[in-house]
Nanobody, 126 residues
């Protein structure tokens, strides 16, 4: 099982930016599709962004399109999430997850993913 560790979260003002990282160990990240999810207090975990195993396909939740960018660096065994133009409603714990894919596509549901990191807190103040 792959171990995933997120970092890069913090407290920012509305309109600010962060770069979240998800470092993998134990397996080669190049064999996995990856996703970023978030969970705010009292809310269910929701899909934020996904990237296919070959990196050719990416997709985003409507609420973050145009503001967030997912990317992967398989040589560094790391997936990134650039978060820009942050809003208070983006406040949540952000977690990455991996899926051993059957196709070069995006996976949207949490139960499709295998390993999860502990998450990194993003707090946006107005």
């Amino acid at each position: 099982q792959m171990r995933l560790v997120e970092s890069g979260g913090g407290l920012v003002l509305a309109g600010g930016s962060l770069r979240l990282s998800c470092a993998a160990s134990g397996r080669n990240l190049r064999n996995y599709a990856m996703g970023w999810f978030r969970q705010a207090p009292g809310k269910e975990r929701e899909f934020v962004a996904g990237i296919s195993v070959n990196g050719g396909n990416t997709d985003y939740a409507d609420s973050v399109k145009g503001r967030f960018t997912i990317s992967r660096d398989d040589a560094k065994n790391t997936v990134y999430l650039e978060v820009n133009s942050l809003k208070p409603e983006d406040t949540a714990i952000y977690s990455c997850a991996d899926e051993l894919p059957s196709a070069d596509r995006i996976y949207y549901r949490p139960n499709e993913y295998n390993s999860w990191g502990q998450g990194t807190q993003v707090t946006v103040s107005s």
